[in-house]
T-cell receptor
Framework: DTGVSQNPRHKITKRGQNVTFRCDPI?????LYWYRQTLGQGPEFLTY????????KSRLLSDRFSAERPKGSFSTLEIQRTEQGDSAMYLC????????????????FGPGTRLTVT | GDSVTQMEGPVTLSEEAFLTINCTYT??????LFWYVQYPGEGLQLLLK?????DKGSNKGFEATYRKETTSFHLEKGSVQVSDSAVYFC????????????FGTGTRLTIIP
């Protein structure tokens, strides 16, 4: 179990550019979540996947944001036409939905990707 | 919608002091409650959880009891150590099966030797 990994760890971009982040969950985990955390705040839910299906998106996720999990393994989060307000830490987490339908109630978090938009 | 309110920080204590970090919540249904911890330079880790009323979660000397009547889940530890210095987040997930977490704003704890 190598844990949840995220790349890159840091990204600095100019306003108006597009950026893409990658998350690799724990290998047997079928649920994957994206959160955003700004300075001094707790993480805020953005979206989640069960396998390759995107099941819920927060109203925080504007049309400039898109997330995919094409093969039910890794996921990407893309932000188009970045704005300074997008500067934040983007966190990925994964969890396992048990075969009986019960879950372990524990989301394992990655180290995050810190985005700075200048 | 669901929300979590945490005691404002930062909190500074001497080693071996008693710790309480208050957390109250607003939710429909019967949420599960969590405390996550973020040590300096590390990712969020689950510290403890409780999934129904009157359950007590415990780990590493920390405890929290799910109090439905007061909608609270206060974190306590009898004797803190320098290594407990971190940011603590209270969180809930609803009972609708999606398990998305709603977090409080976090409380930064510093323990002085």
């Amino acid at each position: 179990d190598t844990g949840v990994s995220q790349n890159p760890r840091h990204k600095i971009t100019k306003r108006g550019q597009n950026v893409t982040f990658r998350c690799d969950p724990i290998s047997e985990h079928n649920r994957l979540y994206w959160y955003r955390q700004t300075l001094g705040q707790g993480p805020e839910f953005l979206t989640y996947f069960q396998n390759e299906a995107q099941l819920e998106k927060s109203r925080l996720l504007s049309d400039r944001f898109s997330a995919e999990r094409p093969k039910g393994s890794f996921s990407t989060l893309e932000i188009q036409r970045t704005e300074q307000g997008d500067s934040a830490m983007y966190l990925c987490a994964s969890s396992s939905l048990g075969t009986s339908g019960t879950t372990k109630y524990e989301q394992y978090f990655g180290p995050g990707t810190r985005l700075t938009v200048t | 919608g669901d929300s979590v309110t945490q005691m404002e920080g930062p909190v500074t204590l001497s080693e071996e002091a008693f710790l309480t970090i208050n957390c109250t919540y607003t939710a429909t249904g019967y949420p599960s409650l969590f405390w996550y911890v973020q040590y300096p330079g590390e990712g969020l880790q689950l510290l403890l959880k409780a999934t129904k009323a009157d359950d007590k979660g415990s780990n590493k000397g920390f405890e929290a009891t799910y109090r439905k009547e007061t909608t609270s889940f206060h974190l306590e530890k009898g004797s803190v150590q320098v290594s407990d210095s971190a940011v603590y987040f209270c969180a809930l997930s609803d009972d609708f099966g999606n398990e998305k977490l709603t977090f409080g704003t976090g409380t930064r704890l510093t323990i002085i030797p």
